[in-house]
């Protein structure tokens, strides 16, 4: 009978080992993924981000954007390659590390944040952009993982502002 209850006890460990092992597996990758998306939301919320056209204002959309009514803003790297107008010249792309960020106003009032930041090399980038949407708490609203798959098709009419459509909206 002591037996069969050590070799109960030496199976039932071996079980936890192999469980405790197959989670360990399931959630580091999922980590690595909302650290991105956690990085990303800290860059946006963050400051050090200048207002396009050096101006705190609200702009209207124009032209079907979804993104709403908006305030936009961009980190240094970014703003390094912008004209006198605060626009990117036609034909001129960003470089890597940029970070562009919509403060977009929902009907109800309630703000998000649309990011796009150039990183070419990522696996998660489309068109070199890794394209997010947040909550003000951080809460994920558009995964970075999902590679710009809903925003491609619209910021593709903008190809010669390196994807980006807030320039040629109004």
């Not at 912008?82 to 940029?98: H, M, N, Q, T, Y």
């Amino acid at each position: 009978m002591m037996l069969r209850t050590k070799y109960f006890f030496r199976r039932r460990k071996i079980v936890a080992a192999f469980a405790i092992a197959v989670l360990f597996f399931i959630a580091i990758p999922s980590c690595k993924k909302t650290k991105l998306n956690d990085s990303i939301f800290e860059e946006a919320n963050g400051s050090g981000l200048s207002f396009y056209k050096g101006v705190d204002s609200v702009f209207s959309p124009a032209g079907g954007s979804p993104h709403g009514n908006f305030k936009l803003k961009f980190n240094s790297k970014a703003s390094s390659v912008l004209d006198v107008d605060g626009k990117l010249p036609a034909g001129s792309s960003f470089p890597d590390g940029s970070l562009i960020v919509k403060e977009a106003f929902a009907g109800s009032g309630d703000m998000f944040y649309a990011v796009m930041k150039k990183d070419s090399k990522s696996k998660f980038a489309a068109e070199g952009w890794l394209w997010g949407e947040y909550k003000t708490d951080g809460t994920v609203m558009y995964n970075v993982k999902e590679k710009g798959a809903s925003c491609i098709s619209c910021h593709s009419n903008s190809p010669n502002r390196d994807h980006v459509r807030s320039f040629d909206l109004h």
